[in-house]
Protein backbone atom coordinates (compact mmCIF):
# COMPACT_ATOMS: atom_id res chain seq x y z
CA UNK A 1 0.00 0.00 0.00
CA UNK A 2 1.49 3.48 -0.80
CA UNK A 3 1.96 6.00 2.20
CA UNK A 4 1.13 9.39 1.20
CA UNK A 5 3.49 11.92 2.72
CA UNK A 6 2.19 15.74 3.07
CA UNK A 7 5.25 18.30 3.57
CA UNK A 8 4.02 21.39 4.62
CA UNK A 9 6.28 23.81 2.76
CA UNK A 10 5.49 26.98 1.22
CA UNK A 11 8.72 26.81 -0.64
CA UNK A 12 8.77 23.23 -1.63
CA UNK A 13 12.78 22.84 -0.91
CA UNK A 14 12.08 20.50 1.77
CA UNK A 15 9.85 18.52 -0.47
CA UNK A 16 12.39 17.97 -2.71
CA UNK A 17 14.83 17.28 -0.93
CA UNK A 18 12.93 14.35 0.74
CA UNK A 19 11.86 13.64 -2.86
CA UNK A 20 15.28 12.88 -3.77
CA UNK A 21 16.22 10.92 -0.36
CA UNK A 22 13.38 8.59 -1.12
CA UNK A 23 14.39 8.21 -4.60
CA UNK A 24 14.40 4.52 -4.25
CA UNK A 25 11.12 4.38 -2.63
CA UNK A 26 8.99 6.23 -4.78
CA UNK A 27 6.38 2.88 -4.69
CA UNK A 28 6.41 2.60 -1.59
CA UNK A 29 6.14 6.67 -0.60
CA UNK A 30 4.21 9.65 -2.12
CA UNK A 31 5.44 12.85 -1.16
CA UNK A 32 3.35 15.83 -1.74
CA UNK A 33 3.94 19.12 -1.28
CA UNK A 34 1.26 21.19 0.36
CA UNK A 35 0.89 25.41 0.75
CA UNK A 36 -0.05 25.79 4.20
CA UNK A 37 -3.60 27.29 2.97
CA UNK A 38 -4.25 23.92 0.93
CA UNK A 39 -4.24 22.07 4.49
CA UNK A 40 -7.78 21.76 5.27
CA UNK A 41 -8.49 20.73 1.68
CA UNK A 42 -5.33 17.56 2.00
CA UNK A 43 -6.26 16.45 5.32
CA UNK A 44 -9.54 15.19 3.35
CA UNK A 45 -7.26 12.38 2.41
CA UNK A 46 -5.99 11.34 5.42
CA UNK A 47 -2.29 11.27 4.97
CA UNK A 48 0.28 8.33 6.20
CA UNK A 49 2.21 11.24 7.82
CA UNK A 50 2.45 15.07 8.08
CA UNK A 51 5.65 16.94 7.65
CA UNK A 52 5.86 20.49 8.34
CA UNK A 53 8.84 22.93 7.25
CA UNK A 54 8.68 25.37 10.15
CA UNK A 55 11.17 28.04 8.33
CA UNK A 56 8.70 27.64 5.45
CA UNK A 57 5.03 28.13 7.25
CA UNK A 58 3.54 31.35 7.55
CA UNK A 59 1.30 30.40 10.26
CA UNK A 60 2.28 30.04 13.99
CA UNK A 61 3.41 26.32 14.30
CA UNK A 62 1.61 25.36 17.58
CA UNK A 63 -1.56 27.01 16.18
CA UNK A 64 -1.69 24.81 12.91
CA UNK A 65 -0.48 21.63 15.05
CA UNK A 66 -3.22 21.98 17.51
CA UNK A 67 -6.09 22.96 14.02
CA UNK A 68 -4.23 19.46 12.30
CA UNK A 69 -5.07 17.62 15.69
CA UNK A 70 -8.34 19.25 15.92
CA UNK A 71 -9.28 17.33 12.85
CA UNK A 72 -11.55 14.12 13.71
CA UNK A 73 -9.85 12.25 11.25
CA UNK A 74 -6.36 12.90 11.26
CA UNK A 75 -6.44 12.91 15.14
CA UNK A 76 -3.87 10.09 14.87
CA UNK A 77 -2.03 11.57 11.92
CA UNK A 78 1.84 11.44 13.14
CA UNK A 79 3.33 14.75 12.52
CA UNK A 80 7.32 15.51 12.06
CA UNK A 81 8.24 19.53 12.46
CA UNK A 82 11.54 20.59 10.97
CA UNK A 83 12.94 23.75 11.78
CA UNK A 84 15.94 26.06 12.06
CA UNK A 85 14.82 27.24 15.66
CA UNK A 86 17.27 25.25 18.08
CA UNK A 87 16.06 27.12 21.45
CA UNK A 88 14.43 24.31 23.57
CA UNK A 89 11.66 26.14 25.18
CA UNK A 90 10.19 26.21 21.76
CA UNK A 91 11.01 22.46 21.05
CA UNK A 92 9.39 21.48 24.32
CA UNK A 93 6.06 23.74 23.25
CA UNK A 94 5.97 22.41 19.78
CA UNK A 95 6.46 18.96 21.11
CA UNK A 96 3.73 19.34 23.74
CA UNK A 97 1.33 20.27 20.48
CA UNK A 98 0.94 16.72 20.47
CA UNK A 99 3.73 16.63 17.58
CA UNK A 100 5.75 13.19 17.37
CA UNK A 101 8.88 14.77 16.03
CA UNK A 102 10.97 17.81 16.18
CA UNK A 103 14.04 17.66 13.94
CA UNK A 104 16.35 19.98 14.18
CA UNK A 105 18.45 21.29 10.60
CA UNK A 106 20.21 21.09 9.27
CA UNK A 107 19.01 17.95 8.37
CA UNK A 108 20.82 14.23 8.41
CA UNK A 109 19.90 12.04 5.40
CA UNK A 110 19.56 8.72 6.92
CA UNK A 111 18.15 10.13 10.06
CA UNK A 112 15.15 11.86 8.73
CA UNK A 113 14.70 8.74 6.18
CA UNK A 114 14.27 5.94 9.33
CA UNK A 115 12.24 8.29 11.28
CA UNK A 116 9.84 8.45 8.35
CA UNK A 117 9.97 4.52 7.38
CA UNK A 118 9.57 4.06 11.50
CA UNK A 119 6.32 6.02 12.07
CA UNK A 120 4.99 5.00 8.72
CA UNK A 121 5.04 1.42 10.19
CA UNK A 122 4.57 1.94 13.38
CA UNK A 123 1.28 3.50 12.54
CA UNK A 124 0.24 1.41 9.85
CA UNK A 125 0.61 -1.32 12.17
CA UNK A 126 -1.53 0.33 14.83
CA UNK A 127 -4.25 1.09 12.07
CA UNK A 128 -5.01 -2.37 11.49
CA UNK A 129 -6.69 -2.85 14.73
CA UNK A 130 -7.84 -6.09 14.29
CA UNK A 131 -5.30 -8.42 15.40
CA UNK A 132 -6.94 -11.51 13.82
CA UNK A 133 -7.56 -10.36 10.39
CA UNK A 134 -5.04 -7.62 9.78
CA UNK A 135 -7.93 -5.49 8.52
CA UNK A 136 -8.57 -1.92 9.46
CA UNK A 137 -11.67 -1.67 11.76
CA UNK A 138 -14.46 1.25 12.14
CA UNK A 139 -12.49 4.12 12.86
CA UNK A 140 -10.81 3.84 9.13
CA UNK A 141 -13.54 2.61 7.66
CA UNK A 142 -15.91 5.59 9.02
CA UNK A 143 -12.48 7.90 7.75
CA UNK A 144 -12.48 6.11 4.35
CA UNK A 145 -16.20 6.82 3.44
CA UNK A 146 -15.98 10.25 4.46
CA UNK A 147 -13.23 10.99 2.20
CA UNK A 148 -14.45 9.59 -0.55
CA UNK A 149 -17.95 11.28 -0.38
CA UNK A 150 -15.60 14.68 1.09
CA UNK A 151 -13.53 14.23 -2.77
CA UNK A 152 -17.08 13.92 -4.68
CA UNK A 153 -16.52 10.40 -5.89
CA UNK A 154 -18.72 7.74 -7.40
CA UNK A 155 -18.04 4.40 -5.52
CA UNK A 156 -19.84 1.21 -4.08
CA UNK A 157 -19.71 -0.32 -0.41
CA UNK A 158 -19.97 -4.44 -0.14
CA UNK A 159 -21.23 -5.22 3.70
CA UNK A 160 -20.58 -8.85 4.06
CA UNK A 161 -21.95 -11.02 6.26
CA UNK A 162 -21.80 -14.80 7.46
CA UNK A 163 -25.19 -16.29 7.71
CA UNK A 164 -25.76 -19.48 10.82
CA UNK A 165 -22.27 -18.66 11.99
CA UNK A 166 -23.12 -18.41 15.66
CA UNK A 167 -25.02 -22.23 15.27
CA UNK A 168 -20.88 -22.74 13.80
CA UNK A 169 -20.06 -21.66 16.91
CA UNK A 170 -21.52 -23.42 19.38
CA UNK A 171 -20.92 -26.80 17.47
CA UNK A 172 -17.07 -26.18 16.55
CA UNK A 173 -16.13 -23.49 19.08
CA UNK A 174 -15.29 -20.13 18.86
CA UNK A 175 -11.04 -20.96 17.74
CA UNK A 176 -12.86 -22.70 14.51
CA UNK A 177 -14.86 -20.22 14.35
CA UNK A 178 -12.28 -17.75 14.07
CA UNK A 179 -10.72 -19.89 11.20
CA UNK A 180 -13.81 -19.11 9.27
CA UNK A 181 -13.28 -14.95 9.98
CA UNK A 182 -9.85 -15.75 8.39
CA UNK A 183 -10.78 -17.55 5.82
CA UNK A 184 -13.78 -14.85 5.06
CA UNK A 185 -10.95 -12.09 5.28
CA UNK A 186 -8.66 -13.83 2.65
CA UNK A 187 -11.46 -14.78 0.46
CA UNK A 188 -13.14 -10.91 0.20
CA UNK A 189 -9.27 -9.48 0.14
CA UNK A 190 -8.02 -11.98 -2.72
CA UNK A 191 -11.11 -10.94 -4.92
CA UNK A 192 -11.27 -7.32 -4.71
CA UNK A 193 -7.48 -7.24 -4.91
CA UNK A 194 -7.94 -8.51 -8.23
CA UNK A 195 -9.94 -5.76 -9.38
CA UNK A 196 -7.52 -3.21 -11.60
CA UNK A 197 -7.83 0.18 -9.28
CA UNK A 198 -5.39 0.84 -6.61
CA UNK A 199 -7.87 2.43 -4.51
CA UNK A 200 -9.87 0.04 -3.11
CA UNK A 201 -10.21 -0.94 0.74
CA UNK A 202 -11.17 -3.48 2.79
CA UNK A 203 -12.30 -3.42 6.86
CA UNK A 204 -13.30 -5.30 9.27
CA UNK A 205 -16.14 -4.30 10.65
CA UNK A 206 -16.14 -6.65 13.63
CA UNK A 207 -17.13 -10.32 14.48
CA UNK A 208 -18.13 -11.85 10.95
CA UNK A 209 -19.27 -8.14 9.49
CA UNK A 210 -16.35 -7.48 6.46
CA UNK A 211 -16.96 -4.32 4.08
CA UNK A 212 -15.27 -3.13 0.74
CA UNK A 213 -14.93 0.21 -0.97
CA UNK A 214 -14.55 -0.02 -4.72
CA UNK A 215 -14.74 2.31 -8.09
CA UNK A 216 -17.62 1.45 -9.73
CA UNK A 217 -17.04 -2.00 -11.58
CA UNK A 218 -18.97 -5.29 -12.73
CA UNK A 219 -20.62 -5.94 -9.06
CA UNK A 220 -22.03 -8.85 -10.13
CA UNK A 221 -18.90 -10.58 -11.16
CA UNK A 222 -17.12 -9.98 -7.95
CA UNK A 223 -19.85 -11.08 -5.66
CA UNK A 224 -20.18 -13.87 -7.46
CA UNK A 225 -16.61 -15.27 -7.70
CA UNK A 226 -16.77 -14.32 -3.97
CA UNK A 227 -19.16 -16.72 -3.35
CA UNK A 228 -18.16 -19.47 -5.84
CA UNK A 229 -15.11 -19.49 -3.42
CA UNK A 230 -16.30 -18.86 -0.41
CA UNK A 231 -19.12 -22.49 -1.14
CA UNK A 232 -16.48 -23.83 -2.04
CA UNK A 233 -13.84 -24.50 0.55
CA UNK A 234 -15.92 -23.93 3.37
CA UNK A 235 -17.18 -27.60 3.83
CA UNK A 236 -13.65 -27.64 4.73
CA UNK A 237 -14.20 -26.47 8.09
CA UNK A 238 -16.93 -29.03 8.77
CA UNK A 239 -16.93 -32.62 9.58
CA UNK A 240 -17.93 -35.28 7.14
CA UNK A 241 -21.28 -35.85 9.18
CA UNK A 242 -22.28 -32.47 8.61
CA UNK A 243 -21.34 -31.75 4.99
CA UNK A 244 -23.38 -34.98 3.95
CA UNK A 245 -26.58 -33.76 5.56
CA UNK A 246 -25.88 -30.27 5.42
CA UNK A 247 -26.60 -28.77 8.78
CA UNK A 248 -25.82 -28.78 11.92
CA UNK A 249 -27.27 -29.46 15.20
CA UNK A 250 -28.08 -27.34 17.77
CA UNK A 251 -29.73 -27.34 21.35
CA UNK A 252 -31.75 -24.29 22.05
CA UNK A 253 -32.00 -23.17 25.53
CA UNK A 254 -35.16 -24.86 26.32
CA UNK A 255 -32.97 -27.66 25.28
CA UNK A 256 -34.90 -28.61 22.20
CA UNK A 257 -32.61 -29.70 19.14
CA UNK A 258 -32.82 -27.11 16.27
CA UNK A 259 -31.03 -27.74 12.65
CA UNK A 260 -29.01 -24.44 10.79
CA UNK A 261 -27.48 -24.95 7.55
CA UNK A 262 -24.01 -24.68 6.75
CA UNK A 263 -22.85 -21.33 7.10
CA UNK A 264 -23.39 -19.02 3.80
CA UNK A 265 -22.16 -15.65 2.36
CA UNK A 266 -24.46 -12.68 2.39
CA UNK A 267 -23.38 -9.44 0.46
CA UNK A 268 -25.29 -6.24 0.20
CA UNK A 269 -24.26 -3.77 -2.34
CA UNK A 270 -24.55 0.04 -1.95
CA UNK A 271 -24.15 2.12 -5.26
CA UNK A 272 -22.70 5.74 -3.63
CA UNK A 273 -23.06 9.40 -5.62
CA UNK A 274 -22.09 12.25 -3.28
CA UNK A 275 -25.43 13.80 -4.47
CA UNK A 276 -27.47 11.07 -3.14
CA UNK A 277 -25.71 10.65 -0.09
CA UNK A 278 -24.63 13.31 1.93
CA UNK A 279 -23.30 11.24 5.03
CA UNK A 280 -21.40 7.64 5.86
CA UNK A 281 -24.86 7.58 8.79
CA UNK A 282 -27.20 7.95 5.53
CA UNK A 283 -24.81 5.17 3.71
CA UNK A 284 -24.94 2.72 6.67
CA UNK A 285 -28.49 2.98 6.96
CA UNK A 286 -29.25 1.52 3.15
CA UNK A 287 -26.62 -1.32 3.58
CA UNK A 288 -28.50 -1.90 6.31
CA UNK A 289 -31.82 -2.71 5.20
CA UNK A 290 -30.24 -4.01 1.65
CA UNK A 291 -27.79 -6.77 3.91
CA UNK A 292 -31.68 -7.71 5.58
CA UNK A 293 -32.54 -8.12 2.27
CA UNK A 294 -29.67 -10.49 1.19
CA UNK A 295 -30.33 -12.64 4.68
CA UNK A 296 -33.82 -13.70 4.19
CA UNK A 297 -32.71 -15.61 0.64
CA UNK A 298 -31.54 -18.72 1.92
CA UNK A 299 -27.97 -19.89 0.99
CA UNK A 300 -25.18 -17.27 -0.09
CA UNK A 301 -26.17 -14.64 -2.25
CA UNK A 302 -25.94 -11.04 -3.06
CA UNK A 303 -28.48 -7.66 -3.45
CA UNK A 304 -27.47 -4.54 -5.25
CA UNK A 305 -29.00 -0.94 -4.66
CA UNK A 306 -28.40 0.68 -7.70
CA UNK A 307 -29.07 4.41 -7.81
CA UNK A 308 -29.18 6.50 -10.80
CA UNK A 309 -26.38 8.92 -11.09
Not at 24 to 45: C, M, S
Amino acid sequence: MVQDIYVIDNSSELTKKLKKIFEHDKQEYHLKNIATEEIEVALRNIPALIIIDEDHTEKNIIEFCNGVRANEDNCITPIIVVSSNREREHRRDVLKAEVDYYIKKPIDDEYIYYTIKNITGLISKNRRISPLTGLPGNVQIQAEMKKRLLNKEIFAILYFDLDNFKAYNDVYGFANGDEIIKFTARTISKHIHLIEDSNNFIGHIGGDDFIAIIGKTDYDKVCQNIILEFDKCIVNYYNEIDNERGYVEVANRRGIIEQFPLTTISIAVVEVDYKTYKSTLEIGEIGAQVKHQAKTIMGSTYIINKRKF
